[in-house]
């Protein structure tokens, strides 16, 4: 009798992995040429850079023109391997932290907030290694065939700077503070509006309230942690001297784009990723709703 329960909380948690990973996978493949755009635009210093990207379309184009349709999908096998678990990580670390904080008095409002910056924090140790060979490979603007494989990066950088802070680690502080509070503001958001607004009898009309609820959870939490994201991409990226290490700590790196290239600068990258982590939040929320509710009902 004992081991019923037990195999219904294992049930319980695959479910809630394979819809979390399921979500990730479907999200990566739609998303993945605005992850690349916006990534260039943050490690660019300066607009007098012949090679800096004056708009999202002329990024877009030079990008096609020099690199051709696969310049688009640059790393993105770290995201592949990383996505999959690490959105599994995600919505199941959620479930996990809002139980545990069931057993405190506090409002549900706080409890999705705090149960979302746990989840992200917990991603973001998992996924940050991928993010520092992914940025490599996007920030490479050789065609796709001249540059090296992702394994082939992966030891690049464990062999000349390790796996620690300075190396396959390296800008874990901002990798921590950007899962953090974009979670916190997506699933905090979408779940406590998603409670506040009626759900609709009609099935398409159903969707499109969720839709539009994680799009705007995608959107908020994408202005609200951008910064992070910047100095994520500046330290992980090529740094402006080779051999020189200017980008090192995440407040220190903010900082110094902030007194060096102003406010703005800290918001680099906002309309790709916006046009990417609006609609694709809905898109991973939708999936992992849809695809567990299936899941129950037929495993």
């Given at each position: 009798?004992?081991?019923?329960?037990?195999?219904?909380l294992?049930?319980?948690?695959?479910?809630?992995?394979?819809?979390?990973?399921?979500?990730?996978?479907?999200?990566?493949?739609?998303?993945?040429?605005?992850d690349?755009?916006?990534?260039r635009?943050?490690?660019?210093?300066?607009?007098?850079?012949?090679?800096?990207?004056?708009s999202?379309?002329?990024?877009?184009?030079?990008?096609?023109?020099?690199?051709?349709?696969?310049?688009?999908?640059?790393?993105?096998?770290?995201?592949?391997?990383?996505?999959?678990?690490?959105?599994?990580?995600?919505?199941?670390?959620?479930?996990?932290?809002?139980?545990?904080?069931?057993?405190?008095?506090?409002?549900?409002?706080?409890?999705?907030?705090?149960?979302?910056?746990?989840?992200?924090?917990?991603?973001?140790?998992?996924?940050?290694?991928?993010?520092?060979?992914?940025?490599?490979?996007?920030?490479?603007?050789?065609?796709?065939?001249?540059?090296?494989?992702?394994?082939?990066?992966?030891?690049?950088?464990?062999?000349?700077?390790?796996?620690?802070l300075?190396?396959?680690?390296?800008?874990?502080?901002?990798?921590?503070?950007?899962?953090?509070?974009?979670?916190?503001?997506?699933?905090?958001f979408?779940?406590?509006?998603?409670?506040?607004?009626?759900?609709?009898?009609?099935?398409?009309?159903?969707?499109l309230?969720?839709?539009?609820?994680?799009?705007?959870?995608?959107?908020?939490?994408?202005?609200?942690?951008?910064?992070?994201?910047?100095?994520k991409?500046?330290?992980?990226?090529?740094?402006?001297?080779?051999?020189?290490?200017?980008?090192r700590?995440?407040?220190?790196?903010?900082?110094?784009?902030?007194?060096?290239?102003?406010?703005?600068?800290?918001?680099?990258?906002?309309?790709?990723?916006?046009?990417r982590?609006?609609?694709?939040?809905?898109?991973?929320l939708?999936?992992?709703?849809?695809?567990y509710?299936?899941?129950?009902?037929?495993?």
């Open positions: 009798m004992s081991a019923r329960p037990e195999a219904g294992v049930r319980e948690a695959s479910r809630q992995i394979a819809a979390g990973g399921s979500a990730g996978l479907v999200e990566i493949c739609l998303m993945h040429p605005l690349v755009v916006k990534t635009f943050q490690i660019q210093r300066c607009a007098t850079d012949p090679n800096s990207y004056k999202l379309g002329d990024s877009f184009r030079m990008i096609f023109q020099t690199e051709r349709l696969f310049g688009f999908y640059k790393g993105i096998l770290p995201p592949i391997l990383a996505e999959t678990p690490k959105r599994a990580v995600k919505f199941f670390t959620f479930e996990q932290y809002k139980k545990l904080l069931g057993y405190v008095s506090l409002s549900p409002a706080l409890t999705f907030a705090i149960a979302g910056l746990g989840s992200g924090l917990t991603e973001a140790i998992i996924v940050n290694p991928f993010e520092v060979v992914k940025v490599g490979l996007q920030a490479n603007r050789n065609t796709f065939a001249e540059q090296p494989s992702t394994v082939g990066y992966a030891r690049q950088i464990i062999k000349k700077e390790g796996w620690g300075q190396g396959l680690n390296k800008g874990l502080t901002a990798t921590l503070g950007r899962h953090g509070v974009f979670n916190m503001v997506y699933f905090g979408y779940y406590n509006v998603k409670n506040m607004i009626p759900v609709n009898k009609d099935p398409t009309l159903e969707f309230r969720k839709f539009g609820i994680g799009l705007l959870s995608g959107t908020i939490a994408s202005v609200i942690n951008i910064p992070f994201d910047v100095a991409s500046r330290i992980q990226g090529p740094q402006p001297v080779p051999g020189e290490i200017k980008y700590t995440c407040f220190k790196t903010m900082a110094t784009v902030y007194q060096e290239e102003g406010i703005l600068a800290l918001y680099k990258g906002l309309l790709p990723k916006i046009l982590l609006g609609p694709g939040g809905a898109v991973m939708l999936v992992y709703e849809y695809t509710s299936w899941l129950q009902e037929n495993w």
